[in-house]
């Protein structure tokens, strides 16, 4: 028997169940979701497609895993931002919008799968706009902890509020995939772009919540 395939037969089910997951992410990332077959994903992870039906019920279990895992991972990645960032406005904004293209920048690969348009197949939709929605939630807490508070005293706060993540969340992530075409451009340029772009805006709700 192979080296190679001993070492495989040694692997732990969490350890194959790791490699289907970083193959599927590769695999989606690349083509789609609706060109991706379970036998790329198998190749690309390095074992049969029988191994990937022990760990998932089908292509569309695997992607919806993925899905989640990647966007709990960003998540993860802008709340330790937030957390040890300054407690002012600028600083939270500025902290929020540096982890997550910093994100963008370590997992290109997660990031394409989870903005690129969404596939046709209803489970698969569906987990994209729960997913979405818990990110505009998690966005709007965010700029109002960055606005110091002043949107949540506006009429109709939660409106508001929802429609500044709308906006937040629709330029990072148009401007990350420009980025995606041009890596020649540092992160530190398109960080500081975006927050020129947004944060003349939020600087005067702040100050107006400060005279409050």
Known sequence: MPAAEKKRHRLTPAARRELILGGAMRVFAEHGYEAAS?????????????????????????AIELLERQTEELFDTVGAALEAAPQEPEALIRAGIEAYFG????????WRMLFRDPPRDPEVTAAYARLNARATQGIAAFLNAG????????EDSELVLEMFAELLKV??????????????????????????????????????????
């Open 147 to 154: 606005a110091g508070g002043a949107l949540a005293e506006e």
């Open 38 to 62: 379970i036998g790329e994903i198998a190749q690309e992870a390095g074992i049969t497609p029988a191994v990937i039906y022990d760990h998932f019920s089908s292509k569309v279990a695997l």
């Open 103 to 110: 994100y963008v920048e370590e997992h290109p690969s997660a």
């Open 171 to 212: 330029a990072q992530n148009g401007l990350a995939s420009w980025w995606y075409e041009h890596p020649e451009v540092p992160r530190e340029e398109v960080v500081r772009r975006l927050l020129e772009f947004c944060w003349t805006g939020m600087e005067r709700i702040a100050k107006r919540g400060d005279a409050g």
